[in-house]
């Protein structure tokens, strides 16, 4: 049976994410680096992501597309990498709480915030993530309770909704709060995170030298 992993992405892209996520895994794989508006948009591509967008992993002949989905499924299929806490564990319903949350809250509420949107008071039942601040508050205290989100055990969540948190500071959609620099610190200098940055930092590095 065919297992090989690819990953199809670009690296200025969530497929920074998928990358450090199978870093974590410590599985070999391939990576089929795609151009926005054209190897994007392939048929044959799209075949496999009718959005015409990545990250996309396909594995063996299960494809995923969606980086949360990615990484999550990443932690399921590798059990032995320890990055999501097994069913049963009283650790298993947080992990899906704070995933769901950073693929939808987070992730909406710092489209919105990039996009200069801001929902007005008497929409925010509407939105579901009610206001921005709000969930910059509630991030606040979750990274502030542990050195993870999960308190002392490091996992998939911490993968995704730590980028979320790194690039919202980067670019400035998320507020350089002492809680999340400290976090960040802590999860950007794994080696499996140090690798996967290294890797798309070289790809970029070699796309501006051409350019030139």
């Not at 065919?2 to 996520?21: C, F, H, K, Q």
């Not at 299929?77 to 947080?94: D, M, T, V």
């Not at 987070?106 to 509407?126: Q, S, T």
Request: hydrophobic share 45%; glycine share 10%; proline share 6%.
């Amino acid at each position: 049976m065919n297992d090989e992993l690819v990953l199809y992405t670009n690296p200025m892209s969530r497929g920074r994410i998928a990358r450090w996520m199978l870093e974590e895994v410590g599985r070999p794989y391939r990576a089929e680096i795609l151009e926005y508006g054209t190897t994007m948009k392939a048929t044959a591509y799209l075949g496999l992501n009718p959005m015409g967008k990545v990250p996309t992993l396909r594995h063996g002949e299960t494809v995923v597309t969606e980086a949360a989905a990615i990484c999550a499924y990443l932690a399921d299929i590798f059990p032995e990498a320890g990055l999501a806490p097994q069913i049963g564990s009283p650790l298993r319903g947080p992990y899906y709480r704070w995933m769901f949350f950073a693929a939808g809250p987070v992730e909406h509420a710092l489209a919105d915030k990039a996009l200069g949107f801001i929902v007005p008071p008497e929409r925010r039942g509407i939105a579901g993530y009610g206001s921005f601040d709000d969930v910059v508050t509630v991030l606040d205290g979750l990274v502030s309770q542990g050195d993870y989100v999960l308190g002392a055990t490091f996992s998939a969540v911490d993968v995704y909704l730590g980028s979320q948190i790194g690039w919202g500071m980067q670019f400035g959609t998320i507020p350089r709060l002492g809680s999340f620099e400290r976090y960040w610190e802590r999860i950007s200098t794994r080696p499996a995170a140090l690798r996967a940055r290294a890797i798309d930092d070289a790809l970029v590095a070699e796309r501006e030298a051409a350019k030139g």
